[in-house]
């Protein structure tokens, strides 16, 4: 049986780099957002890669390329997360 874990948006960044994961956050608005993401370059389509898209826009968030909805997503480092073990 599968849970979720607190983890931080670090650990999550590092999870992200290395493999697909399904993850959990609290969005702005305050609902729960369920996601399978990625950071890892050979597992996000060529077409949209750009030297740029790993570098967050800022330290206040953690971007990730959403394989359901196929985009880049972010949420807040100050988030609550969670992830899929």
Do not use: C, H
Request: glycine share 2%; hydrophobic share 40%; aromatic share 10%.
């Amino acid at each position: 049986m599968s849970y979720y874990k607190p983890t931080t948006a670090t650990e999550l960044r590092n999870l992200l780099a290395e493999s697909v994961r399904r993850f959990a956050f609290i969005k702005k608005d305050g609902t729960i957002r369920v996601a399978l993401g990625t950071r890892d370059v050979n597992l996000i389509p060529k077409d949209v890669r750009t030297p740029k898209w790993i570098d967050d826009v800022s330290e206040k968030s953690v971007v990730f390329w959403d394989l359901e909805e196929q985009d880049f997503r972010s949420l807040q480092t100050k988030a609550y997360v969670s992830v899929n073990s």
